[in-house]
């Protein structure tokens, strides 16, 4: 689900639709698409997305990988380690265009209506739209899951749908939304994004505990089997009500999709190396660049590919959390990231493959730089006393090294921010004033990122820290994460081209002490919510610009976070039997418009079981 969509406020449409569908005086309008940052590009009779092949042949399985374990097939929920692939089950009342930054078209829902004065939405339902039971799909399922989500389901929707005052089902097919004003501009748009479950089979079941059932959905595909915790099988469904829809027309291809889950990347890495699974995409450098010399790849049977994608890269970054005193100094926090050598760890672990993450937005144009100037600086001097005084000087910079290792200056510079902030090195022991020494723990979900974690604690150690490491699986991971039970971890925090009522989980006071939310850090800052409110209230893309880079910079010079770094490109690797359309959309992988090739199948299959150990 692509909750990083768009925002804006009531001076100007909460979202644009057709000239020739918009409302004259009062009058509601009626569309098939939402978009906020102009016209669709796609009329209301396109026959597929223009990325498809709307002829892709149907058939074959495709194998791919999931790392750690699950117990849930409940993902709206806290409770449990939600199964991967779960959305494959269910249906959006819309439907994201991956090739525009912010478009949705009409998919469970057949027309889209708003009245004039822009204080709701209303959704008209398909009339075949129908759930795998051959149910039909209903107002009621959609009040259902949405006040079901939002009183039983993560903190998140809570957040998202704030500004939503009331739901009601008109009639078996129609469904209204009423919102508190107009002037949260993209709130239509994440409605159409919500998925809609049925109400009649969550009947006695209590929606707040984990899952572990095949649930009824009404998506293209169905859950066939599962091996509790280590594989999970979805099947195409042939008499998919969607399958004819534009917005489903050469998608959802292969007839099965099989989950296999391994402990950790690097098995995980072992199994598609031995034909156990047909696609991965590589996140670890170092990998790329040396562990695909292997005899299926010098006979041709597995391609690697490297396509780039425009999506903003966000935030990845070691996030310490400010709910431990440990880090509530700035000064302790910028320290730390005067000791993080990216250069270095970019020539020697990631062989030259990585840019530095200098903004909270990057890869986009919401991403703040140099000097605040113009509507920006307008916006940042009402915060003057309340954020940094050289925030309105200075350029916001991360250091840089000359790649050596040998970083002197940052440990200079990190040493006399801890001074001042009252830490002093004693027998090569950095303490306070009471005696007590920095100790703390970096927690991380696999042992993939040891390799960076490690090399960072090495050089902390220089300053008379007493970081430690600490691996668990993916699933205990996660639980302490919504605990917020860790000190520092890894944090990768995606955005979109149009930031809006998701930045409220993302940074906000409210949410910083919310278990289950996306603060990760526990940001608590007034200026932050502030901007966040504001972002979400933008009339327009400009002042969404303005806006989204004040509170950029403003959470840049909190030095909540060490940057990391980003990859403007999908690293694939996969046996050659898939076939795909001649161009990838925009703003995503795409997967599913791949198909299997029949003609390639039989070879690739041979070359796998010779690439298997013997037994």
């Given at each position: ?13 909460p ?11 009062g ?8 978009s ?19 002829d ?6 495709i194998?791919l ?15 449990g ?8 089950l ?11 930054a912010?478009a ?5 829902a057949?027309?889209?209506e708003q ?10 339902l ?8 051959g149910?039909?799909v209903?107002a ?7 006040n ?17 005052t ?6 078996q ?15 239509a ?8 479950l049925?109400k ?7 929606f707040a505990r984990?899952?572990l059932?095949?649930p ?5 595909y169905r859950?066939?089997r ?9 099947r195409r469904?042939?008499?998919?009500w969607?399958r004819?829809l534009?917005t489903?027309r050469?998608t959802?291809?292969?007839?099965v999709?099989r989950?296999?889950?391994f402990?950790?990347a ?8 031995a ?11 170092k ?6 010399d292997f ?7 597995v391609?690697?590919?490297e ?6 890269t ?5 996030a310490v959390?400010?709910r431990?005193?440990?880090?509530q ?11 993080f ?5 970019n ?7 990585y840019a ?8 986009s144009e919401?991403a703040?730089s ?5 509507r ?7 915060y003057?006393?309340?954020?940094p005084?050289?925030l309105?000087?200075e ?5 840089v090294?000359d790649g050596s290792?040998n ?13 001042d ?14 005696g007590q020494?920095f100790?703390?723990?970096?927690l991380l ?8 974690a ?33 000190d520092?971890?890894v944090?990768s925090q ?5 930031p809006?009522n998701?930045q409220?989980?993302f ?8 278990n ?5 850090a526990?940001?608590a800052?007034?200026?932050v919510?502030?901007?966040?409110e504001?972002?979400?209230?933008a ?6 610009i ?6 950029d ?13 980003h990859?403007r490109?999908?690293?694939?690797a996969?046996?050659?039997k ?10 995503a ?10 003609t390639?199948?039989?070879t690739?299959?041979q070359?796998?079981r ?6």
């Open positions: 689900m692509d909750r990083r969509t768009l925002i804006a406020s009531g001076l100007a449409l979202f644009l639709l057709p000239s020739a569908a918009r409302a004259q005086g009058a509601v309008v009626r569309s098939h698409a939402l906020l940052l102009g016209e669709p590009a796609l009329p209301a009779d396109f026959t597929h997305f223009p990325w498809v092949n709307p892709a042949p149907k058939g074959g399985e194998a990988t999931a790392l750690g374990s699950y117990d849930s097939f409940n993902g709206y929920v806290l409770r380690t939600p199964a991967v692939g779960l959305t494959n269910y249906d959006t009342l819309l439907k994201s265009s991956t090739d525009e912010s949705e078209y009409c998919h469970l057949v027309a889209i009245p004039a004065d822009r204080l709701g939405v209303t959704f008209e398909h009339p075949a739209a129908r759930f795998h039971d149910r039909p209903t009621d399922d959609v009040v259902w899951t949405f079901t989500l939002r009183q039983h389901g993560r903190p998140f929707y809570r957040a998202y749908w704030a500004d939503v009331e739901v009601v089902a008109e009639a097919r129609r469904v209204t939304f009423r919102f508190k004003s107009n002037e949260n501009r993209e709130l748009l994440i409605l159409g994004q919500m998925p809609v049925p009649h089979w969550w009947e006695g079941r209590d984990p899952l059932e095949a009824l959905g009404s998506g293209p859950l066939e599962f091996e509790s915790g280590r594989s999970l099988t979805y469904v042939p008499e998919y969607a004819d534009p489903a050469g959802a291809n292969t007839d999709i989950y296999e889950y402990r950790d690097t098995v995980a890495l072992e199994a598609f190396k034909g156990q699974i047909d696609f991965r995409t590589e996140n670890i450098a990998e790329w660049a040396t562990a695909y005899p299926a790849v010098q006979r041709g049977l391609k690697r590919d396509i780039r994608h425009e999506i903003p966000g935030m990845q970054a070691f959390n400010l431990r005193s440990l880090f100094d700035a000064r302790v926090r910028r320290a730390l990231i005067e000791v050598d990216f250069e270095w760890m020539a020697n672990l990631f062989y030259g493959s530095r993450t200098t903004s909270y937005f990057s890869n919401l703040s140099g000097i605040p100037e113009g920006e600086l307008e916006i940042l001097q009402a003057k006393g309340k954020v005084d050289r309105f000087t350029a916001y910079a991360l250091p090294t290792g970083n002197r200056e940052g440990l200079r510079r990190a040493l006399a921010l801890l001074r902030a009252g830490w002093v090195v004693k027998d090569r022991k950095l303490v306070n004033a009471q020494g100790a703390f723990e970096i979900q696999g042992p993939s990122f040891e390799r960076v490690l090399p960072y604690v090495q050089i902390l150690q220089r300053l008379g820290m007493e970081p430690r490491v600490r691996t668990i699986d993916p699933a205990q991971y996660q639980v302490r994460i919504d605990a917020f039970d860790y520092m971890t944090e995606g955005q979109s081209l149009s809006g998701e409220r989980d940074w906000t006071s409210a949410k910083a002490q919310e289950g939310s996306q603060n990760v526990g940001i800052n007034p200026v919510d502030e901007l966040v504001l972002v979400i209230a009339p327009d893309r400009a002042e969404l303005a806006r989204t880079r004040a509170l910079r403003v959470l840049l010079w909190g030095d909540y976070m060490i940057p990391q770094w990859s490109t999908f690293r694939l996969y046996w050659d898939f076939g795909r359309p001649p161009r990838n959309p925009k703003y992988l795409a997967l599913d418009s791949w198909w299997i090739e029949r390639r199948e039989g690739v299959e070359g796998k010779e690439a298997r150990p013997a037994q």
